[in-house]
């Protein structure tokens, strides 16, 4: 069974019919599950996550980044989070039986199609950018929507497909390829939040630590617990169990211990299978031998 | 999606083209998804494994039956596993969206069609059993086809459904509901097989250890590795990690570590899941958070 997600980002999470009419285009092509919808009003912004063959994701996506230029006007979009236009980004996420090839050609496709017929502008991201610089999302959305009407125009941000001008209302739109990225907190046994903002900096790829780990030291109050709030961006390449015995090893340095952990969300059996074999040693296991994922299979 | 799995066990080990024909009896149900055939020329048995909604299972395990008592007479069966029948033993397996009570009411439904419409004996085992020595296969199936002639008159040993004597050809038929059995061997980093034999019979229920669990230590010839072979018979009364664990505990007394351990065979998803949870102290974790999981529900 083929399965991509789809997880877009909408610039408008204050009114909610706008968001379900949205949604509404997503749910309205067959063989589309839709796994989660959530809107948060200062960022106003929505993330809509669905699931589906390759051919349905991308007819999906198109129809929502259709609807969402029809009904989202950014010349009055205010809102906390970055982003350059009604449909900001478009991520393909490889889930059963496709590889990141596999989203990666999909995502050009998908780019070409939006730049075309609906006239926005697509930037190439991650795992499908053509160009190293922009891998980086942060890259590719440097000066918002605001700034990039006049940025555009230079060689170095010509969108890869589509106009060389922004949407007069839609904007622009990031559409790319990537691993699942898998939301982790780590709990310590402590209040000191200095002590999660230090273990917090010790494993982050941006202090020198896993290039695919991100984290920060918080301190959820209801609880008095110092927390390591985490996203595991590649968990191939780093593990959940090697970024738990990692956060383990520098707490215990301050002699502080692993309270429990928590996964927000959703994500991929395989990253928890992996912990599993980690733990238990288990060799020569794949996972064909697990009954539902054997259920899925040919 | 409601699953359950059936491993039917049928008295024919030597003669692929009858096992084929039964097979073909469970595959030419619609719903029947088939994992599994394998065949012991020695034990001159078959096992076959299988999935799907509970009615469809209930008429595949019914049909398998039925083609077994045509094609299978048990006054020539020769073999070194203890057997009662053509059909000999059929348990239920809760899957995904059935309960255990499912799963029981299915099997006493699939025993009373088998004993009424083919005459053949039936005898309710582990979870459907009707009385507690019945739990017990091993109780049920004593004497074994021959012996239980006689026996099945004794009021003790009268069948749960079916006639008062054995089918002329087909026997008799255990029909259950049970968890599913893991096999899972775990290989220490020594040669010395009765340091493995002391830890087997330190887990195992039979001798004092974990009533869930049976246990043997053996040696593994080209290796040269001892190890500790294991049937974890419900994860979730002691789950792998549990059993890991007692075993490098055990075996450190004797000052051996762990070398790997390996999963023989399918296992449901949540005996991994379990075990990734156990060892990251995930709190507040549930598999619907697991997006191939998630897939499958509504």
């Known amino acids: 069974m083929k399965l991509i997600e789809c997880v877009p980002n909408f610039s408008e999470g204050r009114r909610p019919e706008i968001v379900q ?7 309205a092509v067959p063989g589309i599950k839709m796994l989660d919808q959530s ?30 230029a029809e009904l989202i006007d950014m010349e009055s979009h205010r809102g906390e989070h970055p982003r350059i236009g009604a449909a900001d980004v478009i991520p393909l996420i490889p889930v059963s039986g496709v590889s990141m090839e596999d989203c990666v050609v999909l995502a050009r496709e998908l780019g070409q199609e939006i730049g075309e017929k609906l006239g926005i502008p697509v930037y190439l991201y991650e795992e499908a950018a053509l160009t190293a610089e922009r891998k980086n999302l942060a890259a590719v959305r440097r000066g918002e929507y605001e700034k990039l009407k006049e940025a555009i125009g230079q060689p170095g941000r010509h969108p890869d497909f589509g106009p ?11 559409v790319g390829a990537r691993p699942p990225l898998i939301a982790y907190n780590i709990n310590l046994d402590s209040s000191d939040v200095q002590i999660a903002r230090k273990i917090a900096r ?8 896993y290039p695919s780990i991100k984290a920060l030291g918080v ?18 390449l780093v593990s959940l169990a090697r970024v738990f015995e990692t956060v383990k090893s520098e707490a215990a340095r301050y002699g502080v211990g692993i309270k429990s952990s928590e996964i927000v969300g959703l994500l991929p059996m395989e990253a928890l299978l992996d912990s599993a074999a980690f733990y238990l040693r288990l060799q020569g296991f794949h996972s064909g031998q697990v009954l539902e994922k054997r259920l899925t299979e040919n």
Request: contains cysteine; glycine residues 10%; hydrophobic residues 40%.
């Open 21 to 27: 009419e949205i949604a509404g285009a997503v749910t």
């Open 39 to 68: 809107s948060d009003a200062s960022h106003n912004r929505s993330v809509i996550t669905f699931v589906g063959a390759p051919a349905a994701v991308k007819k999906a996506a198109f129809s929502a980044t259709q609807k969402a």
């Open 164 to 174: 060389l001008r922004l949407h007069p209302t839609a904007g622009a739109t990031a």
């Open 202 to 209: 010790s494993i982050r790829g941006s202090s020198g630590g």
């Open 219 to 236: 301190l959820i109050e209801e609880t008095g617990t110092a927390q390591v709030t985490i996203n595991v961006c590649n968990y191939r």
